[in-house]
């Protein structure tokens, strides 16, 4: 007896992960259901270097959600060079699924072009913005005040409001509220 195909795409998508990953191993048929991006979006994939990269192009990917990097203090991280974050920023400004990057606010983006900081992290539901001159924990410069009011504008013109905004060390002498209020 043989359930039909959206019965099956159905109860894979009530499997745990664990289960989820071993129905692939079933059989070709149910792999090719079990590849659906709609149940992989609570995968979190971890980009450490270029290679990592070419994860994001997995067909069962393509609607991930969170995207962890390593700090930028780890001594083997690379993204801390302007051009690779500039790859990477461009890398996941084709992914309009992601919501969150765990430890970008770890790194310097002064060296990044305003549409690509606006453009992946204004999209994100998680968004943490250490402002200040110096983020304490980390002591290097994070945003330009251009970049950090063209994140904010992305943030405000979204359809959908930010789930969390951390914003820490902000010194506002003249606030736009406009701008800053859109964004909560």
């Known amino acids: 007896m043989y359930l039909p195909q959206e019965i099956l795409r159905k109860i894979f998508g009530l ?12 059989c070709n048929v149910w792999k090719d259901m079990a590849e659906d991006p709609r149940l992989w979006t609570w995968s979190v994939v971890t980009v450490i270097n270029r290679l990592d990269l070419q994860k994001l192009k997995i067909h069962r990917l393509q609607l991930i959600q969170n995207i962890r990097l390593r700090p930028s203090y780890h001594p083997k991280s690379i993204w ?30 002064t060296s990044l072009e305003l549409h690509l900081l606006g453009g992946v992290l204004g999209k994100l539901d998680v968004l943490s913005l250490p402002c200040s001159r110096f983020a304490s924990c980390y002591r290097r410069r994070i945003f330009s005040k251009a970049q950090l ?14 789930k969390v905004l951390e914003v820490s060390g902000l010194a506002v002498t003249k606030p736009s509220s406009t701008i800053f209020v859109s964004a909560l």
């Open 15 to 26: 499997l745990p992960p664990e289960n989820l990953k071993i129905v692939m191993l079933v």
């Open 80 to 109: 801390y060079q302007p051009e690779e974050l500039r790859l990477l920023f461009h890398a996941l400004l084709e992914f309009p699924s992601i919501k969150k990057i765990d430890s970008i606010e770890t790194y310097d983006l």
């Open 149 to 162: 009011e063209q994140v904010l504008t992305s943030v405000a013109e979204r359809k959908n409001p930010v």
